[in-house]
């Protein structure tokens, strides 16, 4: 590690919003390990949601007047600001008030926190029970600002209410996450007080009340007033696409090529499928491979197994040759989720790395069988050279970034760098099997379906086929077309996913596009001096930050 860099006027403008956000939304500090504050929620009412975008416009004024006394505060200044400006302007355009889809609105984020609360002494069941007693008021803010979206016109597509209603139905059922959490406990190994018990099943009873009160308020209330249609429109999704890419897309020139990405994607599968099996359609050769049961694995136990080898395996090879990672990085978790959404995720290690990174895979009720082949690349893309390295190593890299750069994370840079990562692994040799490629280039075509798919419905787009313009029930037949197993519940969850979180699909193969697109034109430039492992360093070492501000600290 390099020697510690003096802090700047800049630093302490970041270190200060990032102790701003931990204050107005104290579960985040369970994310990046910062201890204080236990139990608490952020204010997800209207009122909680006008004290963040005021201190955001604080914030904005103190980063514009400061100035950079080294690149790393060029950069810190111009995320900081990139990122202010863009949380007021989605404060005005009410994002907030039509937050709710299946995946990544406070629905699931007030419950989720728990996944990652420690659970190993009593003092952490204290904080779980103090939190449990939290959910009530967390979910009756969320609730007001539903409320407040339908006062003024602002309200999510009934699809995205309907499935609403369901996970709040799940979760208010005494089997359902809470109802079982209480319980949890002696499963782990910690013996609590009757007083403590008392307490977390009293709280958890709570709980389950406050997210039946929700799903009868989406029912009752909200659904009567949310529209058929699920597309947001372009000014919306233009500032929703801005926010994941950190970068203002041409949509329609971003259309097109997602068009002849999927075209290109289907013929090197269909190459790819003949090397499997002579002659072979891509259909063939997958169920070819699908009755292989050599490459078959039964159970979530032979799957975190599997995960953790081949996680374990990828470091210890690409530490040894082609990246300098961290003794502190050589910490992965592979874990099964509690949760079964069908997501497959990971988180970045605590700042002191008392807990490491971890590789989450949420396994969707019923499924039992897993391919390796077309699994692979998905440990490449959360572990090494993905997530784990590029999240890993901004939290690692205390010597040169604050805090604040730490622990950002803009989808474009993020999952475009793990896509980036798959592709890498097939140039760098890991993916010798045919099979392999395949199940890397399945994935590659899923993304690249995205792509059409979210720009296209929610800017009502010409359907590709030429059959009239795009809806949200064409996207789930489009899916189905183009995706192994699309029309499966995994499939369908991602539809959904997509109808009502506008703008954050794309950003994976749009930043992949990216940062092949930026690695070429460095290498044009340095030409026989280009150095790619330097490249990767260099543009590693930054942290996690928009596109647009990537380029400019790599090609200034």
Same mark, same amino acid.
């Given at each position: ?6 802090q %700047?006027?800049?630093?302490r403008?970041?270190e200060?919003?990032?102790?701003t956000?931990l ?10 390990g ?9 204010? !997800?009412?209207p ?13 904005l004024a103190q980063?514009? =007047?400061a ?21 007021? =302007? ?11 889809? @299946?995946?990544?609105?406070p ?12 659970r ?6 204290e904080?779980i ?9 967390a ?14 016109? @602002?309200?999510?597509?009934?699809r ?9 139905d ?8 809470f ?11 910690? =013996? ?6 008392a ?16 799903? +009868?308020?989406l029912?009752?209330?909200?659904a ?6 699920d597309g947001?429109?372009?000014?919306? !999704? ?6 994941f ?8 020139e ?15 599968m269909?190459? %790819?499928a ?8 891509v ?14 694995? &039964? ?8 995960m953790? /080898? ?11 040759t &082609? ?19 069908? /997501?497959?995720? +990971?988180t970045?290690?605590?700042?002191d790395?008392?807990? #490491? ?11 039992e069988?897993?391919? %390796? ?6 440990? !490449? $893309?959360?572990?090494?050279?993905? &997530? &784990?390295?590029?999240?890993g190593?901004?939290? +690692?890299?205390k010597a040169?970034? @604050? ?9 474009? $840079?993020?999952?475009?760098?793990a ?18 490629r ?7 075509r899923?993304r690249?379906?995205?792509?059409v798919?979210?720009?296209?419905? $929610? ?5 590709p ?8 029930? !064409? ?10 197993? /699309?029309?499966?519940?995994t ?6 996913? +997509? ?6 699909? #794309? ?6 596009r ?13 030409g ?11 543009a ?5 930050v928009?596109l647009? %501000?990537?380029?400019v600290?790599?090609?200034?």
């Amino acid at each position: 590690m390099t020697e510690p860099r003096p802090q %700047t006027g800049l630093d302490r403008i970041a270190e200060s919003w990032l102790d701003t956000q931990l204050d107005l939304a104290p579960e985040l500090r369970v994310m990046i390990g910062r201890p204080g504050r236990e139990g608490e929620y952020a204010d !997800y009412s209207p009122a909680g949601e006008a004290a963040a975008a005021e201190a955001a416009q604080a914030a904005l004024a103190q980063a514009r =007047e400061a100035t950079p006394v080294d690149d790393v505060d060029v950069v810190t200044k111009l995320e900081l600001v990139r990122e202010l400006e863009l949380r007021l =302007e989605s404060y005005q355009a009410g994002l907030w008030q039509r937050d709710l889809n @299946n995946i990544s609105s406070p629905l699931q984020g007030i419950r989720d926190v728990f996944d990652l609360s420690p659970r190993a002494a009593l003092a952490d069941w204290e904080v779980i029970a103090r939190r449990l007693g939290n959910v009530p008021a967390a979910v009756r803010g969320y609730t007001e600002s539903l409320r407040y979206g339908m006062t003024h016109g @602002n309200v999510p597509a009934i699809r995205q209410v309907t499935v609403g209603i369901a996970q709040a139905d799940e979760l208010q059922a005494p089997t359902g996450f809470f109802g079982t959490l209480a319980r949890d406990a002696a499963l782990d190994g910690v =013996e609590l007080p009757e007083s403590l018990q008392a307490e977390l099943d009293k709280n958890a009873k709570a709980a389950q009340a406050a997210y039946g009160d929700l799903s +009868y308020f989406l029912d009752d209330e909200l659904a009567h007033l949310a529209p058929a249609a699920d597309g947001v429109g372009r000014e919306l !999704y233009q500032l929703a696409s801005r926010s994941f890419v950190g970068a203002t897309l041409d949509l329609d020139e971003t259309y097109e090529w997602g068009i002849d990405e999927l075209r290109r994607m289907r013929e090197e599968m269909e190459r %790819t499928a003949g090397e499997i099996t002579p002659g072979a359609t891509v259909a063939e050769a997958i169920a070819f491979l699908k009755a292989d049961e050599s490459r078959n694995l &039964h159970g979530t136990d032979a799957l975190k197994a599997w995960m953790q /080898g081949k996680s374990d395996e990828a470091l210890r090879e690409l530490g040894a040759t &082609h990246f300098d990672i961290p003794r502190e990085l050589y910490a992965l978790e592979c874990m099964i989720a509690p949760t079964q959404h069908g /997501g497959i995720y +990971y988180t970045a290690p605590t700042d002191d790395f008392s807990r #490491p990174g971890q590789m989450w895979w949420s396994v969707p009720p019923g499924v039992e069988t897993f391919q %390796t082949w077309s699994e692979l690349t998905t440990v !490449y $893309h959360e572990g090494v050279p993905g &997530h &784990h390295l590029q999240l890993g190593m901004g939290v +690692y890299n205390k010597a040169q970034l @604050n805090a604040w750069r730490r622990t950002q994370f803009i989808s474009g $840079h993020g999952e475009g760098w793990a896509l980036y990562a798959e592709r890498l692994m097939e140039q760098l040799g890991f993916l010798k099997d045919p099979a392999e490629r395949l199940g890397m280039l399945d994935g590659q075509r899923m993304r690249a379906t995205r792509v059409v798919l979210d720009i296209g419905v $929610h800017l009502g787009k010409r359907r590709p086929d030429g059959q009239g313009v795009w809806t949200g029930d !064409y996207a789930y037949e489009f899916f189905a077309e183009n995706v192994l197993d /699309g029309d499966g519940p995994t499939g369908r969850f991602e539809v959904t996913r +997509y109808l009502g979180w506008p703008g954050q699909a #794309p950003s994976y193969k749009v930043g992949q596009r990216f940062w092949e697109d930026l690695r070429d034109e460095v290498k044009r430039r340095e030409g026989a001096a280009f150095d790619i492992k330097a490249f990767h360093k260099k543009a590693l070492d930054l942290g996690g930050v928009g596109l647009d %501000t990537l380029r400019v600290a790599m090609l200034g």
